[in-house]
Structures are given as structure tokens and as C-alpha cells.
């Protein structure tokens, strides 16, 4: 088991900052890949970001690419979701997971364990 705790959510001014999060325990891997998701109020969840085991390769969603940075310190066993130029449309429940597979994956399906998730709130 995989337990993950997300932070560092919070109310930001569009134009702002944040940085999330992810710490994982229990049976953790460096070899296996990341990501975030979020969830707005009355939508689906959506993929926003993923990187790989090794921290080398990185998958963003074209609504948050050239805005979010996605990293990994594996020592840590911490996740990290820099968000910068944020806009009131990237007010979500924003969750981090572990995917089952070595790579920055896309689909919500090949992910098995989520955290609870650390809201961020965009105002206009």
C-alpha cells in the first residue's frame, strides 16, 4: 500500500503562485511514474501533469503546459507541482497519484493509488 498526502493548495490572485506537494509512504518506488489530476466543481477529473520514475521524462496537459512544472525528489519520496501565471479556470480539488508503469502517464486507468487532494482556489 501507497499512502499519499497532498499540500500547499490554498486562494491565489489570477497571476500568482503555487506550489504543491505529494508526499508518499509506505510501499513507495522511485521506478515507477507520477502525476496530478484535478477536479473542478460540476466536471470530470482531468489529467494536468506526469513525470517518470527517474524524473526525465514529463507529460503536461496542453491547459497548464508552459505554466505548470511538474518534479520528483525520489530521496524525499516527494512529489511537486510548481504552478505559476495561475488563471481562476485552474480552480480544482487538484489530487497527485502513483501509476503502475515507468513512464509519465496520461490516462487516469493506469494509475492505483490517489491522496485526497488539496484544493486551489484562483480568484479573477
Known amino acids: 500500500q501507497v499512502q499519499l498526502v497532498e499540500s500547499g493548495g490554498g486562494l491565489v490572485q489570477a497571476g500568482g503562485s503555487l506550489r504543491l506537494s505529494c508526499a508518499a509512504s509506505?510501499?513507495?518506488?522511485?521506478?515507477?511514474?507520477m502525476g496530478w489530476f484535478r477536479q473542478a466543481p460540476g466536471k470530470e477529473r482531468e489529467f494536468a501533469a506526469s513525470?517518470?520514475?527517474?524524473?526525465?521524462?514529463?507529460n503536461y496537459a496542453p491547459s497548464v503546459k508552459g505554466r505548470f512544472t511538474v518534479s520528483r525528489d525520489n530521496a524525499k519520496n516527494t512529489l511537486y507541482l510548481q504552478m505559476n501565471n495561475l488563471k481562476p479556470e485552474d480552480t480544482a480539488l487538484h489530487y497527485c497519484?502513483?501509476?503502475?508503469?515507468?513512464?509519465?502517464?496520461?490516462?487516469?486507468?493506469?494509475?492505483?493509488?490517489w491522496g485526497q487532494g488539496t484544493q486551489v482556489t484562483v480568484s479573477s
Open positions: 513525470i517518470d520514475g527517474s524524473g526525465g521524462t514529463t
Open positions: 497519484a502513483v501509476c503502475k508503469y515507468d513512464t509519465a502517464c496520461y490516462s487516469s486507468t493506469s494509475y492505483n493509488y
Open positions: 509506505g510501499r513507495t518506488s522511485g521506478s515507477v511514474g
